[in-house]
């Protein structure tokens, strides 16, 4: 796993770039993207919060492959919850056997759960390092 700082964008078309997301689908079949990366993700790809709300309905919150190498990556069951780090580790599992699955070389993650979450780095990490290899970099906002 690798540590870096930087905007997670400017590695669109040479990674996979993965945003943290909840579980919640409102009334309208899309998935709830109020923040963070998830919510940067759905002004740039409009029909995001559908695909993700599709498969959340359909096959839960975990992580999925939702299309233009980008992954979903489960950080909280609500937006009004904090982070469940427990979560946060079954994402970490579930996201290396997608990108073994997918042949992914290069996954760039942001920090889950910190930020808008509210988790520390510190606390975080320790949950990511057994399953992230060299495949994986956790980026940071610069």
């Excluded at 997608?98 to 996954?107: P, Y």
């Excluded at 920090?111 to 970099?137: H, M, N, Q």
Aim: charged share 25%; aromatic share 8%; hydrophobic share 40%.
């Amino acid at each position: 796993m690798r540590e870096i700082t930087g905007d997670i964008w400017d590695y669109r078309g040479n990674a996979v770039i993965v945003i943290t997301t909840n579980g919640q689908v409102a009334g309208s079949g899309r998935a709830v993207m109020g923040r963070g990366v998830a919510a940067q993700a759905a002004r740039l790809f409009p029909n995001l919060s559908m695909t993700l709300g599709t498969l959340l309905a359909k096959q839960g919150n975990h992580v999925h492959d939702l299309g233009d190498n980008i992954a979903s990556f489960p950080v909280e069951h609500t937006p009004y919850e904090n982070p469940d780090p427990k979560l946060i580790e079954r994402s970490a599992r579930e996201l290396v056997e997608l990108a073994d699955e997918k042949g992914w070389t290069r996954v760039v993650v942001p920090r889950p759960g910190c930020g808008g979450g509210g988790l520390s780095w510190k606390e975080v990490r320790p949950l990511l390092e057994p399953y992230f290899d060299e495949r994986f970099t956790v980026i940071t906002a610069g």
